[in-house]
């Protein structure tokens, strides 16, 4: 069964930037579509950037474009998630997912079967 464990979080100034990681085992990422997601305070978590399992294709919210990206090393059987530019509206915990099946055109919670623990990320000066 697939396990997911990030790192990375942490307190950054606005501006800064932050490079989370989560990673695999007891399964390869190489099959599965990969997601980032956060949730705030009183809020629903919502799709921070999704990637598609060989094809490179991403899809990702509205806020984070131009700042944020994904990507993949199967063989370390790790995701990351590169952030720059980071505001405080970015502040969250995050969470890396993964998809048994076809990338969506969406990036949302319902569509992930597996998740990480978590790990926040505090954007104040």
């Known amino acids: 069964q697939l396990q997911l464990v990030e790192a990375g979080g942490g307190l950054v100034q606005p501006g800064g930037s932050l490079i989370l990681s989560c990673a695999a085992s007891?399964?390869?990422?190489?099959?599965?579509?990969i997601g980032w997601f956060r949730q705030a305070p009183g809020k629903e978590r919502e799709g921070v950037e999704c990637?598609?399992?060989?094809?490179?294709?991403?899809n990702y919210a509205d806020s984070v474009k131009g700042r944020f990206t994904i990507s993949r090393d199967n063989a370390k059987n790790t995701v990351y998630l590169q952030m720059n530019s980071l505001k405080p509206e970015d502040t969250a915990v995050y969470y890396c997912?993964?998809?048994?099946?076809?990338?969506?055109?969406?990036?949302?919670?319902?569509?992930?079967?597996?998740w990480g623990q978590g790990t926040q990320v505090t954007v104040s000066s």
């Open positions: 007891g399964s390869t990422l190489v099959y599965y579509v």
């Open positions: 990637l598609s399992r060989s094809d490179g294709s991403t």
């Open positions: 997912a993964a998809r048994w099946g076809f990338f969506q055109p969406m990036c949302l919670p319902a569509y992930f079967g597996s």
